[in-house]
Each structure stands twice: as C-alpha cells, then as structure tokens.
C-alpha cells in the first residue's frame, strides 16, 4: 500500500522513474519566500496541509513563520501532529462520534482549533470533551459550509461559551473566488466577504464577545484579504506550488505571481504517429478535475487523459523513451495521488519526502 | 501513508467512519458469477486489476475461473504477485530501463506477459532478460498505443521471434468503445475491430506465425467480442463494481446489465439551506474525471465537489450527520484514491480489504 520511492537521492532527474511528483525546491523556496516575505508583521500565515499532505513541508513553513497548519480532516491532523506540528486547525467542520473521538484525542497531543456552523455540532464537541478553539465558519459568498454572517453568527458564539467551549474567532474562507480569473471581479468578491466579516465582528463587540482571530483567504486572493483589513490569518496552501488553473488566473498587484515548482515526470512509451506521444502518466497521476495537465516550457499539449496515458500532441513530440514534465492541473487532488515526493535542484534529486497525509479522508 | 480501515469487522454500515469505500458483496458476487457464467467456455477471463488494485479482489476471480491478471502497470504486477497471483499480462507497453529491469525481476517469480507497439521496445526487453509472452498491440480504433493491424503487426512480430522472444498473439482492445452510449454504435465499432483482428490473424497465419491468444475488451462490450468470435481472452474490470458513467450505457443483449456494488459512504457534515446538505466526500473521495457521483436509491443530486465537500441538493436532503451512499462517477481512479474496502454483507461489515495495489504507478 506504501509504494516504493521512484528514485534515490543522489540520482539525476532523468533516472527517475515515472509517473513521479518532483518539487523543483529553487521554485518551491522561492514561493516560500514571496509569500512570506509579503504579509510579514501583517497577518499570521497558517498554510493549508490540505494542499501538501506532508510534515516535511509543514515544517519549511512553520520555519519561515507560519503559527501552524490548516487540515481538512482530523485524519489529516493526525498525520501533521505525527510529524511534529504543534498547532492545528481543522477547517472544517467535524460531525459524527468516531472523528469527534479522534478530534478529543487528538486535542491533548496538541493546539487545536475547529470549525462549526451548527448549534447541535457544538454540543457534540462539548460532549466529546475535546479542548479545542472553536471558530464559527460564516458564509461569505462560497455557498459551502458556514452559517449566515451576522446574527446567526452571534447566536452560534454564545451557543459555544454557554457550552463552555473556547470562542477563537471566525473562519471566513471564499473558495470559489480563488479561481475566478479577473482580478477586478476577485477584488469585488472579496470586498463583499470583508464586509460580511466587519458586520459580523461588530455585532460580536456589541454583545461582548471576544473574536481574536478571523482566518481565511487562499493563494488566488489572499493580499486582497490583507489590504482589506478584516482577517488576520490566511490559509494559503497551493502557492507553494502553483498548477495550471491557478495560473490561468490574472495575477496583478497586490497579488505576486508564483512559478511553478510542482511537475509531474512523465515518459513517452508509445509514439503511434508524427504528431501524437502517449506518456505513462494519466488521470491517476495528474487529477484532471480542473483540466488536463501542462506541458512544461515546450510546445506541445496534452490534450486527453486515460486512466495511465496521456495524449501529447504537437510538431516533433519527444521520442520513445524520453521523460517529459508536465504541470498539473490542480495540486491538490495530484499530490493526494503519490507516496512521495522527489526533490529536486540543479537537476539532480536531493531528498524524498513522504507524503504522510496521503488518502487521509477521515 | 497507509490509512487506518475506517470501520471494524462486525460493525454495522452506519457505524463506518466517512468517506468509505464501501463493497456490497451480495452485490459483487452477483456480478462475478453473472460474468464468469456468460463466457464460460468460450474465452478465458483475465480480469484487470488495474480497477480493483486488490489481490483478495484477484483470488476471487481467479476461483471462478480467471486465468490470471491483467495490470497496467509493473508495479501493479509486482502487487499482484506479492498477494499470491502467479500469471499476470501487462497490457501495456512497459518503456525504460528501470521498469525493464523490475519486469525481468519479477518474470522469475511468476508467469508475466507483456505488449509492445515497437520494434526498439522489443529490443529492450530481450536486453533486459525478461522472461515474458509477447504480445503485440495493435490499435483497432482507439488510437492510443498500438501498431497498425495488418502488415505493420506482422512485420513486429517477426522481430519478436528474431530477438528469442515468445510471440503469445494480439492484444486488441478498443476503451473508447466502452463508453459508447448507444449498443448499435458500440456494436459497429467492435465489428470494426474485428475485422482488424481477423486481418492480422490471416497475414501472420501466411507468413507461418502462430497466434495463440488474441486478448482484449472490457465491461461495456465484452460480449460483442465474445460473439465476434475474433478474441479468445477477454479483460473485463469495471464489470464488478459498475458506476455511474457504465450505468448511462445502454445495456441490452447480448450484454447483461450488472448492477452497482460499489460505494462511497459519506455523511451530512453542514445543512446550509432547506434544500442543500454538504457531506464530507469530495473529489478525493470520487474522482469526478467522468462526473459527479450519483445518489444512490434517493431522489437527490450530488451537483458539485470541491476537494474535500460534496453538494447534495434536492427535497428534502438528510440531516446533520445522517449517512448517505454515493455511486462513484468512475471506479477505477476512485478505487486508487483508498487503502481499504469495506466489505458489507446485510448491513454488517464482514471484511476489510487492503488496496495494497493503490498507488502503484510505476
């Protein structure tokens, strides 16, 4: 179930075998850094493990600053409290006795947060005796999770201290603004969110109540979050190593624009005709949810994928044999695909990280 | 890296922790048996593993009846292998040095087969000392991998048999027809194929080549193969399993409708609105490459995914954490996204099976 490595340290990129996730580590610190770098002494970063699935990452961005990682899943905590992080929060909500067991456990390894956008949730986790900061989530135009900004926000804050339970703040999280690709229509969505955000706060202040922290945002809109004021904790996680629908986006100040650092090294194993190469790396080694992969600085496309084949196409495709790198579509989903990944600077590979939090869905 | 199983044996479905890939085995056994008794006598069956990754998946099978394997990949092979399977076909091209050498490695410990679409591959594998069937690809219509049928398959096999090798026949299969909704236009194209097949058969047959096996097909034509008379193995593997993008087949004689077996338990973790409930299974949870899940037995639509959430929208959806189960839009990445099946007979959980082939990708 663990597979083996595609590749010894020390090994050059082309010795690798394939289908492998190789992280270009000049891109990935270099992203590290404009990231960092860029909301310094503004607001607290806590990426999203979501995103990279593995405590050797986590660990880079606690260095450079971050107070601690985002999850998805307690599962998911679990892998990163495993690899040595201290301070998590689960994104998310957390419904059903045997996860709220694993949150309760997990809660005294550990600083945890959790989200909630439901009264009976909390009594859940009040029963569960889980020591948690609890975050409302609010609904800022995503139309996912979260509760109504506002009033229903305030009732759900004193449903948790009357609980008992630690209020933390509010998540404030716009997922579908991420990929909208203009950045006046990004810009006007978020304006709207951080107005939701403020009119909440204001009517906690009212009622007295403490909100320490409003965390969200995520790499296509965070210095937007920012500049607007009203969070102090962003979640970025796909930054670290940009995809082809990230990069499809308009990328304008205050935004940097990332490069990409995540590829997939594929090989040609068949070449049926003049213009068509078929690559061993298909839809179970680059998630096509988001579209179908790029090919890495040459002119070519990939233009279909099969469970293990990739249609490449274009003037003179690479030979029978030769490896080609290509960009995912979407990081995420790709990355939750391998064991492992393959480091890689100055074309030679410099370490194998374990992809811990890989599959973990509960 | 190796998830924990989401449930323990003798627990009750309800009581399995989300998501969960969960096995009906009524369900399953229903569809071996409905497949294996159809066939019986007129072809051999070699199921893919690369859609059930599962040696307890392939033991079964081969009970039946099966005559080994099929992988699309080494390490699938060697997965394979390590659960007890002693013949495998890799039904697809194997390309590079390194994968070379794990596919003569492995040809020590069991009967292995392999395809090929080109004479320097052909090379390669007799370098590499790989003790294995040769079986040449030929492309019948879904142009990926494969040589042309007729004089192009004919003058490749030659260069098997002038390298040492074992020419063990054709490998003809046609994915694209799998998906073809209308059973007159499936039937047309495997006719098609057909004649492809019976073509190469004449012209090796002339030039004093034995072709023992012609292998190919998959769930949603087999029996059109069968009936061809063209193929004597066939490689079925979504047939025990089913999902949603199979079910929007026609299905009508000669082919026998199968029936889902397969499932995604999620629960209900947010009810932002009277007619939406979130449950916690998004696209890592079911691959979404060939549409969203379906619901099943319930008048709802799971609309969207994002990574980790699912929308559910109809009347009256279920409560905050009630359990809902999900036809997975497309098996075989979905499969590869989990350590375990959860194996359900009456409502009980009676097995779990490790994926000990997820993942493998090289």
Redesign the interface.
């Known amino acids: 179930?663990?597979?083996r490595p595609?590749a010894e340290i020390g090994q050059k990129l082309e010795?690798v075998?394939?289908?492998a996730l190789v992280l270009d580590m000049d891109g990935f610190e270099k992203n590290q850094k404009t990231l960092f770098d860029l909301v310094k002494g503004r607001v607290r970063v806590r990426p999203h493990a979501?995103t990279h699935k593995c405590p050797e990452v986590a660990q880079r961005q606690i260095a450079l600053g971050a107070v601690g990682m985002c999850c998805?899943?307690v599962?998911e905590a679990e892998a990163m409290v495993d690899g040595g992080v201290h301070d998590v929060l689960v994104s998310?909500?957390?419904?059903?006795a045997?996860?709220l067991a694993r949150l309760a456990e997990l809660s005294r390894r550990a600083k945890l947060g959790v989200c909630v956008?439901?009264a009976?949730?909390v009594a859940q986790i009040k029963a569960a005796g889980a020591n948690v900061d609890v975050y409302i989530e609010i609904?800022v135009g995503m139309?996912?999770?979260?509760v109504a900004p506002g009033a229903p926000a305030v009732a759900l804050a004193k449903e948790i201290l009357k609980h008992g339970l630690r209020f933390a703040g509010l998540q404030a999280y716009h997922?579908r603004a991420q990929h909208i690709r203009s950045m006046e229509e990004r810009h006007a969505v978020i304006e709207t969110a951080a107005q939701h955000v403020q009119h909440t706060k204001r009517l906690l202040a009212e009622a007295g109540i403490a909100c320490p922290i409003v965390t969200g945002a995520g790499s296509g809109t965070f210095m937007l979050e920012v500049e607007a004021g009203a969070w102090n904790e962003i979640q970025c996680g796909s930054y670290a190593f940009m995809d082809v629908d990230y990069a499809k986006n308009e990328w304008a100040a205050p935004l940097p624009r990332f490069g990409h650092a995540l590829f997939v090294l594929s090989?040609?194993?068949?070449?049926?005709s003049p213009e068509?190469a078929?690559v061993?790396?298909g839809?179970?080694?680059s998630?096509?949810?988001s579209g179908m992969p790029g090919v890495w600085q040459q002119d070519l496309r990939y233009t279909h994928?099969?469970?293990?084949?990739g249609?490449i196409e274009g003037k003179n495709p690479p030979a029978?044999?030769e490896k080609l790198l290509l960009v995912p579509g979407h990081c995420?989903?790709t990355i939750?695909?391998?064991?492992w990944y393959v480091c890689i600077r100055g074309g030679v590979v410099v370490d194998l990280w374990?992809?811990?939090a890989?599959?973990?869905?509960?």
Not at 92 to 96: A, K
Not at 336 to 339: A, R, S
Not at 358 to 362: E, I, P, Q, S
């Open positions: 179930m663990i597979q595609p010795q075998d394939t289908p979501k998805q899943k599962s998310n909500e957390v419904v059903g045997p996860k956008d439901n009976q949730n609904d139309r996912r999770c979260g997922g090989t040609v194993m068949s070449r049926p068509v078929i061993d790396a839809l179970k080694a998630s096509v949810d994928a099969s469970d293990e084949h249609w029978l044999g995420d989903p939750n695909l391998y064991d374990p992809i811990t890989r599959g973990a869905l509960y």
